[in-house]
């Protein structure tokens, strides 16, 4: 748990509303009561400081993740795994042909260090980013303390399988994590496992539905399980995704239980291609060109599933790879 | 306090959704339903409902008792409906072709060790382990889910099981 407030290159002292400024480049985020106010030399945008700071987390937890996270239609970031842009209408067809869109690249850790700290400063003691909205409290208001242990969680990556030896743990009340109120019809048993002795590392099993009944966050995909590059990233999802996805590889969904409604849209332009209805035991690909955002009215479980080989992007870059995993 | 129902699918009882097109077509997101694919299928088929290059997961329809197979990597089964049973063996001779992926179905009954057994439900998730001989039996039709690379038993027949208008 984090304790102190870091402090970073490009960061204000407080505000009349007790928040820091910080600057990355030509690019400058203030916030308010209200808003974050994004501003750069052609342009400026404002965003409702709660669904920002929720995407914020989003980016910062998943390590900006794969290719585009988009915070709303007109900022967000490209992850170049070791260099990230960070942009403003490079993605809005509208702000590109009156260009006023803006774009640069910064060293992966210079601008984690810079969102780590905005986060730690913006967030306020109430207010849990990673919470469904009937879990948390407001994100509005003047500077009220700060909720370093939400904005820090650490992501669940296992190295092989939840549950086994020196690998992630289960969860249960003991170790914090209770049944979620939505998920208490979720058998809660776990597999019968009998094990002959010298075989421990080995002979395991565990509920995943239970695991993922008793997740604290939402729409955050964590590693349960590995076959080299194959990543199996289930997430329990609430509300809305608190960002808009820019895949720059194929990405799967297995619906496990419930209903999540996926906007589909292209990735360069933002216009709408698709809406993907999906219920328990559903499967669909996300195509590797399309930005897309879920919708999930009861907390479900998703089965996102990654192929985490960093030669997919410079593959599908030079047309090796099709934006599409099968054709048929 | 109110009461939330969790939606689960399973063999008998399922609802698929669906992709509504704007300015696409419904090929390109390869939509099926495991459940659906597994109702329609022979027990025991690895049938693949995704694939990323040489990945894939497929749906299993498992009913009554599996050949014994092997993988050269970790294979992990999750439980999508009904209970299965889990042999493991750590075999005496047989070794998974290291050059091969996806698991390969061995003649008869391996020699070796017994090194477990798991009995998994809906939801429970198992590791095969690289290297060892499993079997999976089901008294009841059973629906598994497999995380594991492409192999010669993989079947695909996406334009049967997908949507396409
Ligand atoms: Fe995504």
């Given amino acids: ?328 | 306090m109110k009461e939330y129902k969790t939606v689960f699918g399973s063999l008998t009882n399922f609802t698929k959704g669906g992709v509504e097109v704007i300015n696409d077509s419904p090929q390109n997101y390869v939509f099926s339903n495991i459940f659906d694919v597994a109702s329609r299928a022979k027990p025991w088929e690895k049938v693949a409902v995704a694939k990323n290059m040489e990945y894939v997961i497929e749906a299993i329809r498992a009913e009554g008792v599996s050949q014994w197979r092997i993988a050269s990597h970790d294979e992990f089964a999750l439980v999508m409906d009904g209970q299965v049973t889990i042999e493991l063996l750590d075999p005496d001779s047989v070794t998974a072709d290291v050059a091969r992926t996806g698991s390969m179905a061995l003649d008869g009954e391996p020699s070796g060790k017994k090194m477990g057994t798991i009995v998994a439900r809906r939801g429970h998730m198992s590791l095969l382990p690289a290297n060892r001989c499993y079997r999976i039996s089901a008294s009841d039709p059973s629906v598994i889910l497999l995380q594991t690379i492409q192999g010669p038993d993989t079947v695909e027949r996406w334009a049967s099981i997908c949507q396409t208008r």
């Fill in chain 1, 1 to 328: 748990m984090t304790t102190e407030k870091v402090r970073v290159n490009g960061e204000s002292e407080p505000n009349e509303h007790g928040y820091r400024s910080y600057s990355l480049g030509e690019f400058t985020f203030k916030r308010d009561e209200h808003f974050a106010h994004i501003d750069w030399p052609t342009g400026h945008h404002v965003m409702a400081v709660e669904p920002f700071l929720k995407a914020l987390m989003r980016d910062i937890a998943w390590n900006f993740f794969y290719g585009t996270v988009n915070f709303d239609s007109v900022i967000g970031t490209v992850n170049h795994y070791g260099n990230v842009d960070l942009f403003a209408g490079r993605f809005n067809e509208d702000y590109r042909k009156a260009e006023i869109d803006h774009l640069e690249n910064f060293p992966h850790d210079e601008i984690k260090a810079t969102f780590e700290a905005m986060l730690g400063d913006w967030v306020n003691e109430s207010f849990d980013p990673f919470a469904a909205p009937q879990e948390t409290g407001s994100a509005y208001g003047d500077k009220d303390g700060n909720n370093y242990e939400a904005v820090t969680r650490s992501r669940v990556t296992a190295k092989r399988m939840v549950g086994l030896p020196d690998d992630e743990p289960l969860r249960s009340d003991e170790s914090g994590y209770a049944v979620n109120r939505m998920f208490a019809d979720v058998d809660q048993s776990e597999p019968e496992v009998s094990v002959e002795p010298g075989y421990e590392n080995e002979v395991s099993a565990f509920s995943l539905f239970k695991y993922l009944s008793r997740s604290d966050v939402t729409w955050n995909p964590s590693v349960v399980s590995v076959c080299k590059d194959s990543l199996y990233c289930p997430t329990t999802e609430e509300f809305i995704l608190p960002i808009i996805h820019g895949n720059d590889r194929v990405e799967w969904f297995l619906q496990l239980s419930d209903e999540i409604v996926w906007e589909v849209a292209d990735r360069e332009t933002g216009r709408p291609r698709a809406n993907v209805v999906m219920k328990a035991g559903d499967c669909a690909a996300m195509p590797a060109d399309i930005r897309h955002q879920g919708f999930s009215s009861k907390r479900s479980m998703l089965l996102v599933w990654e192929n985490n080989s960093s030669e997919l992007p410079g593959m599908i870059a030079r047309g090796e790879a099709l934006n599409v995993p099968v054709k048929f």
